[in-house]
């Protein structure tokens, strides 16, 4: 791999930065919109693939998660491309053993039981190595789309790794995790630290490998309440925000806007926003206008309720435009609230970001 300034400078040049903009409070001519799972099953072609290659393979194929993740790409108008990558492939490089079910989704083939599981696990991982899949893909996607818009790399947050690798499988209540809280909190913050600290670096050398914004995934934290968030996810949010940016710094990289989403942790958004993160992403539970109040001055993402996109075109554009009065055109970036659906018609997805662009174009022409 090339050393990271003679790597930076092989890139070809970004046309399209409005959402590194927008995440850093900067002006902007119109909302950058992006999807999260804005490459998957909605769309035929990904449909197509899936049936040549199993969802892992695709992830440990540089060549093939290219591929898929310029699907929407090309497509649509989008403002940011996301690597095509799990979260789950974090526990895989621990030693974890993960199946992704058709029907079923993730499975562990041996959960954590016990504190003493975690013996089994390669807290020593040369992230680099192991997971070089990724950010060969990083690579070969930011030079494949030829600076249309900016790369987002990503990773699952440490809590809701390790709820899955206590459960083995996705859980609406992930009691059995959040037991582990109550019975072993020593051996949870020692699980929780180790995680944070393997994110770290795997985040860094996503942005080594040429992603241009990273987003770390809480998706769990709705099952917390505010105490079990603040003493178990919320440090480890914050040791990873840190943590990358550090590292940038020590190896002369720019630092990228760092994007956090905890879905359902409205009862902690004023912290969120002050744990040093740029973005704060955002449910669609939450309103707009309180958002705002409490995060102060950090750029918001979000948060249109993902079934919004089932409306016809004239009644979504509605819908758009509320969410684009509610949110304003400053620090902001347009998205749903979660990832959207596998049955949803593309032509409403292009509904929607051609909505955003054109309406908070006009918006923001109006204000000048």
Known sequence: MAAPS??????????????LRAARGETVERVPVWIMRQAGRYLEEFREFRKLHEFFEICQNPELACEVTLQPIRRFELDAAIIFSDILVVPQALGMHVDMLPGEGPVFKDPLKEPDDMKK???????????????AAITVTRHRLEGKCPLIGFSGA????MSYMIEGSGSSTQAKAKAWLYRHPESSHKLLKNLARVITEYLFEQVRAGAQMLQVFESHAGVLNHELFC????????????????????????????VIFAKDAHYALEELSSIGYDV???DWTIKPKQARLLCGDVTLQGNLDPCALYAPPAELRKVVKDMLDKFGTHRYIANLGHGIYPDMDPEHVRAFVD????????MIAKDK
């Open 121 to 135: 696990l390669f807290f020593d991982v040369d992230v680099r190595q192991v997971l070089d899949y990724v950010f």
């Open 231 to 258: 003493k178990f996810a919320m440090p480890y949010l914050k040791l990873i925000a840190a943590g990358v940016r550090n590292r940038l710094r020590d190896a002369n990289f720019p630092c990228v806007p760092m």
């Open 280 to 282: 704060v992403s955002l």
């Open 158 to 161: 440490p809590w809701t790794l």
């Open 6 to 19: 003679e790597q930076q400078e092989a890139f070809p040049p970004l046309k399209n930065n409005l959402i």
């Open 355 to 362: 909505a955003v662009h054109q309406l908070s174009e006009e």
